[in-house]
C-alpha cells in the first residue's frame, strides 16, 4: 500500500477563515502553537505530512458551527476521498 497524499493545508484554512477565530485563537483550542497552525494551512512541509487526525477532527469540530453547506461537503468530499472511502 503506497504512502497516503499530504492533507490539504489550504482546505484546513478555508474552514478557519469562515469562523471569526484568528490562527493564536484556534492554537488555543487545539492546544498547538500559532506557528503550528501557519505552518498546517500554509502547508510545510513536515508539519503538514505529519498532521494528525485526532487534529483534523477537532479543527473541524472548532469550525462547523460557522461553515457554510458548501465549504461542509467539499470538506466531507475531501476527507472521503483521502481515507479511501
Not at 2 to 31: C, H, I, N, V
Not at 68 to 75: G, I, L, P
Amino acid at each position: 500500500m503506497g504512502r497516503r497524499q499530504k492533507f490539504d493545508g489550504k482546505l484546513l484554512k478555508a474552514l478557519r477563515k469562515t469562523t471569526p477565530y484568528s490562527q493564536l485563537q484556534m492554537s488555543e483550542f487545539l492546544g498547538v502553537s500559532r506557528e503550528t497552525i501557519s505552518a498546517i494551512e500554509n502547508e510545510k512541509q513536515g508539519t503538514i505530512e505529519n498532521i494528525s487526525m485526532d487534529t483534523i477532527r477537532r479543527w473541524h469540530e472548532v469550525c462547523e458551527q460557522y461553515v457554510d453547506a458548501e465549504t461542509e461537503f467539499s470538506f466531507r468530499v475531501f476527507i472521503t476521498k483521502y481515507f479511501g472511502f
